[in-house]
């Protein structure tokens, strides 16, 4: 089952976005329109479904749902635990950086024929080709391909990956995710860590725009400092943001352009590797 365009809604989390891309709620195929006999089945604890016109069948669905996927993620994990493999969730809005941030790693740290890397994009090989030829193991997973072009990756997509990557004689894997702030962080997918890639060309107010992302972020990279004598950015700000959001989060501040203040994110892996 496709776990695609379908969010979770869990308490104390934050779900009022708008949500930047086309839904089809094939959930609503999964029930009739005859069983809201409740008092009022459209306000429950997952939220406000009172738009879809389904009430607790679609919750119902909703949780199948996310069950199967994080039955699948934990399956993921301990494949990973088995082979002595830290998988680390690679995820950021289009264009923050994440593959340059990868390309640099590769290029940088020991032993990358020790490294894989699923690529995960809606379409093409471009970010796939850019990290080949570093030495890593590199398994593409377009979401168009089987997956009705979903704009994040989930745990049976990374499973489905996992077959044609392997994990034998490797020790880190980076799942580079599909570019988006909202999905993404909505799904486990196994990773031991949360890892996100923020530009500072994106505004400082993004940790509050879009909470569940940062929330869920164990290492904030914060990329493109090179721009910052060209933007009006307020970097004490964002940090403050984000601190509001997840205190506890790692924040290392670089350029992939340049190189700068990489090394530290270097330390932050060879200390986990």
Partial sequence: MTMGRFHRHDGDDDHGHSHEHSHQHEASREHTHDQHDSADPQHSEHGDHSGYETGPDRIMVLERIFDENDA?????????????????????????GKTAVLEKTLAAVP????????EGDIETSIDADRLSGFGARV????????????????????????????????????????????????????????VMVYAITEGEEKPLKYPVMFRTADVVIVNKLDLLPHLDFDLDLFERN???VNPLATVIKVSARTSEGLDEWYEWLAARR
């Fill in 111 to 118: 032993h990358p024929e020790q490294i894989g890397i699923i």
């Fill in 242 to 244: 984000l601190a509001a």
């Fill in 72 to 96: 699948r993620a934990a399956s993921n994990r301990a494949s990973f635990d088995a082979a002595g493999v830290m998988a680390l969730n690679m995820m950021s809005s289009p264009g923050a």
């Fill in 139 to 194: 398994s593409l997973l377009n979401t168009a391909n089987g997956f009705g072009g979903e704009c994040h990756l989930d745990a049976p997509m990374v499973a489905s990956a996992l077959e044609g990557l392997g994990l034998d004689g490797l020790n880190l894997l980076f799942i580079e995710n599909v570019g988006n702030l909202v999905c993404p962080a909505e799904f486990d997918v196994g990773a031991h860590h949360n």
